[in-house]
């Protein structure tokens, strides 16, 4: 595989993390670029690791990966995303207090569930002349850059949205979900 094909992957695999940083963003009351970088870059760190993983996987086990990555990802990303907008809709006074504490669980899981077609991608790869090493950096790359851009887009737009940019989180990470399911299902 050559380098702009490695590139092109890199970019294709970020991009449900992009959504997803939108989303992420826009519930985001006032996120600094340092906070957007650090959830870059463990979106990044996730999903540049994930291809490793699947590639390891595929030199044993390819068919279960690929079986089920797809539905993992949905659940993950449909919990997460009813969990978003059923805090979205609860209209907590604790509002405030609970952005303090970034919720860095919430922001791996979701990350996770963004790049598990990356570990699927991982698999394939192990059936082919590639070097890991360089299609992981350059996913991790790829996914850092686009989700710390999408934090801060979806934070734009969480100031159109204002008090529902939490919803509107929501019903993103179910929509990247459930077009991740489509996707591998309509294959």
């Given at each position: 595989m050559n380098f702009v094909t490695l590139l092109l992957l890199a970019y294709a695999m970020s991009t449900d993390a992009f959504a997803a940083a939108i989303g992420k963003g826009a519930s985001l009351k006032s996120p600094r670029l340092t906070e957007a970088i650090k959830i870059?870059?463990?979106?990044?760190?996730?999903?540049?690791?994930?291809?490793?993983?699947?590639?390891?996987?595929?030199?044993?086990?390819?068919?279960?990966?690929?079986?089920?990555?797809?539905?993992?990802?949905?659940?993950?990303?449909?919990?997460l995303g009813a969990h978003m907008i059923y805090e979205s809709l609860k209209g907590d006074d604790d509002a405030p207090t609970q952005h303090a504490?970034?919720?860095?669980?919430?922001?791996?899981i979701?990350?996770?569930?963004?790049?598990?077609?990356?570990?699927?991608?991982?698999?394939?790869?192990?059936?082919?002349?590639?070097?890991?090493?360089?299609?992981?950096?350059?996913?991790?790359?790829?996914?850092?850059?686009?989700?710390?851009?999408?934090?801060?887009?979806?934070?734009?737009?969480?100031?159109?949205?204002?008090?529902?940019?939490e919803t509107f989180g929501g019903v993103t990470l179910i929509c990247v979900g459930t077009w991740l399911l489509y996707s591998h299902l309509s294959i």
């Open positions: 870059g870059l463990i979106f990044g760190i996730i999903e540049a690791s994930t291809p490793l993983i699947g590639w390891l996987i595929g030199q044993s086990a390819a068919g279960y990966v690929e079986a089920w990555d797809h539905w993992i990802a949905f659940i993950l990303l449909l919990g504490k970034q919720p860095w669980l919430k922001t791996i979701t990350a996770f569930g963004t790049s598990i077609d990356a570990m699927a991608v991982g698999v394939s790869l192990a059936f082919v002349d590639v070097n890991i090493w360089l299609a992981a950096a350059l996913i991790g790359l790829a996914t850092t850059m686009m989700v710390t851009i999408g934090v801060m887009i979806g934070h734009s737009a969480g100031k159109f949205l204002g008090s529902r940019a």
